[in-house]
């Protein structure tokens, strides 16, 4: 039997693994034909961990849903930046309030579109989940 450990196998670790369970494969198939019998390939707690989040990772773009969730996500992020900056700016002490209106301006510009970005996934979300409910 073959272990291979993916939690803490590098490329030569995994290469010399292949080679052997090659080696072990010509050894009970000698002509390799048909694939031997009996093969088996364990994963350490690591590895499996490692295979679940890859999983889950790779399920979680291929769904719409998840992806205009995790798009939402980043906007509000993003939303609480630019606000953080508005209020930097607002107690900023050493600016003008020509300077300060000229520097928030650009920043609620940005909150605007980042806004309007929100909304809009909010609403496909909204028609993604009907469609998904029907």
């Known amino acids: 039997m ?3 450990d993916l939690g803490s196998t590098n490329s030569v670790g995994f290469q010399a693994a292949t080679l052997q369970t090659k080696a072990v ?3 009970s198939n ?3 034909d048909t694939p031997p019998v009996g093969v088996k390939v364990e994963l350490s707690s690591a590895g499996i961990a490692k ?3 890859a999983q889950s ?4 773009s291929t769904n719409p849903i998840k992806v205009l ?3 939402m996500k980043e906007i509000q992020k993003q939303i609480a930046e ?3 900056q508005l209020q930097a700016i607002e107690a900023n002490k050493s600016l003008t309030a020509n300077e300060k209106q000229a520097e928030s301006g650009a920043i609620e510009a940005t909150l605007a ?3 309007a970005a929100l909304t809009t996934a909010s609403n496909a979300l909204v028609k993604l989940e009907e469609q998904q409910g029907q």
């Open 51 to 53: 295979a679940n989040s």
């Open 69 to 71: 969730e995790k798009r």
């Open 25 to 27: 494969a010509l050894e």
């Open 30 to 32: 000698p002509l390799g």
């Open 82 to 84: 630019a606000q953080a």
């Open 57 to 60: 990772n790779s399920d979680d």
């Open 113 to 115: 579109q980042l806004n």
């Open 2 to 4: 073959i272990s291979i």
